[in-house]
């Protein structure tokens, strides 16, 4: 049973930056894994950053240089960092958690870069 809820998403012009947050109910963040996904319109949901319980960040090759992941684990919250948005960047964006081998998922965020 795990909540996730995110925030930060909005509306940006390419180049800008966003922040993107997103809280967990389950307490010990750094005792499991947490990702952000997105999903545009017409395309599958993919990755875009993860950050395991011990520290270890993966970047979609996409979004490397740009984005940044983090967490704080006494506020049980993960992070994205956005900077040089493109167009193509636009999507939803998920949090996701792995939990005891499952799989949680917040409800989305949308993200829209014009140009």
């Known amino acids: 049973q795990v909540q996730l809820v995110e925030s930060g998403g909005g509306l940006v012009q390419a180049g800008g930056s966003l922040s993107l947050s997103c809280a967990a109910s389950?307490?010990?963040?750094?005792?499991?894994?947490m990702a952000w996904y997105r999903q545009a319109p017409g395309k599958q949901r993919e990755l875009v950053a993860r950050?395991?319980?011990?520290?270890?960040?993966t970047y979609t090759d996409s979004v490397k240089g740009r984005f940044t992941i983090s967490r704080d684990n006494a506020k049980n919250t993960i992070y994205l960092q956005m900077n040089s948005l493109k167009p193509e960047d636009t999507a939803v964006y998920y949090c996701?958690?792995?939990?005891?081998?499952?799989?949680?998922w917040g409800q989305g965020t949308q993200v829209t870069v014009s140009s």
């Open positions: 950050i395991t319980s011990d520290g270890r960040i």
């Open positions: 996701n958690a792995f939990v005891l081998s499952r799989d949680y």
């Open positions: 389950r307490s010990s963040g750094s005792m499991y894994a």
